[in-house]
């Protein structure tokens, strides 16, 4: 089952990346997306032009990673849900589909005739799925969000990252970086919500909440606070294991840095040492236990430091590539692009773009039957409005007067 979502119809009423990433992922699990765009401007994300201090895309180019990558393999029809005459548009493609997926707040949603009541009046059998903020429930149910203050700062993994005497926030470390977790794990409940319908005959309404996810992701700090009764001590830390050198990270001669995570550090020792040139401390009675290296922790690291210090990127990532203990080299984005474990694993996909040039895309993480992920180019605005709507039954002289009248692109 290469494609295990073969057959099932997604209605997204999204824009920008939170709630349009799920449908990217279900889209590489094989499920048809028809996204609706607004009628005149599209998905608000295809204004954007700077993301990060970086251009969008480039002059003269249709693809843009930051709409390629949220809405690859997907179907694109421009309607004004606003405009009375482009309902019986809508109405059909709910009921032809399978799920509704929309980040919609509840106010346009109940303006637009978009509610759980309304979309399920068309279509009993329908999974009802939100993106939000902060939940459907309680004060903030009507707030706006992104993964900047939802996830990121009210959610919790800003905080962990700021030192105690932090001049400023940390801010995250890629765009739409809980976005796409977030996204990643909506596309899961509904997995699961179509799951449930195919074996028991009923329907979900699906909620997932940018604030939840940035909760679940600093979920073991949470716990551990709740836990003690109050806020945890902020503690400087290279680390989650102090006390044991051979986690944290080190800088190589030129700069760059490698991250160790070996937990059971006396198993590892005499690898370790030896593989940083460090012969005198193998079998050294000193280091034999972990309360002993922990005790002598400060000085094995700065031994460590030095040794790592004397060696370039390149040659430690050569030197360490058959080291038993988990550890990993600070990738850069491009060099996470050419990762070969995720290209071997075909997480890094080529797909060819409106212009006929291949560009690359990551794929979601998830395989099926260690079957390539099939995946086109994001759709262009309204790209397949004509199609889609022939397909569900308007004939030409309809859709003309749709265009007519300006409820459809």
């Known amino acids: 089952m290469q494609r295990p979502l073969e057959g099932i119809r997604i209605l997204e009423v999204a824009q920008f990346t939170f709630v349009p990433a799920a449908g990217a992922v279900l889209a590489d699990w094989g499920a048809d997306i028809v996204k609706v765009e607004h009628a005149e401007h599209g998905d608000a994300q295809r204004g954007l032009v700077r993301v990060l201090g970086h251009d969008a895309t480039r002059p003269g180019s249709s693809f843009a990673p930051i709409m390629d990558g949220p809405n690859r393999s997907k179907r694109s029809i421009g309607i004004d849900l606003a405009n009375p005459e482009a309902r019986a548009v809508l109405e059909e493609l709910v009921r032809r589909s399978d799920v509704f997926l929309t980040n919609y707040l509840p106010s346009p949603r109940a303006k637009l005739g978009l509610t759980l009541e ?92 940018l604030l939840g996810v940035g909760a679940w992701a600093t979920q073991f ?43 059971q550090p006396t198993r590892y020792w005499n690898e370790f040492v030896t593989a940083l040139g460090l012969d005198h401390l193998v079998g050294d009675t000193r ?56 290209i071997a694993n075909g997480r890094i996909v080529d797909v060819v773009d409106a212009d006929g040039e291949t560009q690359k895309l990551v794929a979601n993480p998830v395989k099926f039957d260690d079957a390539p992920v099939q995946m086109t180019r994001a759709p262009l605005f309204a790209e397949h409005t004509d199609d889609i709507l022939r397909e569900i039954g308007f004939d030409d002289e309809q859709l003309l007067g749709l265009k007519i009248a300006g409820a459809v692109t």
Request: hydrophobic letters at 40%; zero cysteines; glycine letters at 14%.
């Open 118 to 209: 309304d979309i399920r009046a068309i279509n009993p059998d329908i999974i009802y799925v939100t993106g939000n903020g902060f939940g459907s429930q309680g004060p903030d149910a009507d707030t706006g969000a992104f993964d900047a203050t939802g996830f990121w700062a009210r959610g919790g993994s800003a905080e962990g990252l700021m030192p105690p005497d932090a001049e400023h926030m940390t801010f995250m470390p890629a765009g739409a970086y809980g976005d796409n977790i977030g996204g990643m794990t909506i596309a899961g409940g509904i997995a699961a919500a179509i799951a449930g319908r195919e074996r028991t005959g009923e329907t979900s309404v699906v909620d997932v909440s």
């Open 221 to 263: 700090t949470v716990n551990l606070a709740l836990f003690n009764g109050g806020p945890l001590t902020k503690v400087r830390k290279k680390s989650a294991a102090v006390g044991n050198p051979l986690t944290g990270s080190y800088r190589t001669s030129d700069n760059r840095w490698l991250q160790f995570s070996m937990l």
């Open 287 to 342: 280091f034999q236990t972990m309360a002993a290296i922990t005790e002598h922790s400060e000085e094995i690291g700065g031994w460590f430091a030095d040794a790592i210090a004397a060696r370039t990127y390149d040659e430690w990532t050569a030197v360490l590539a058959n080291l038993s203990g988990p550890w990993a080299p600070l990738q850069n984005s491009w060099e996470l692009g050419h990762d070969e474990a995720l």
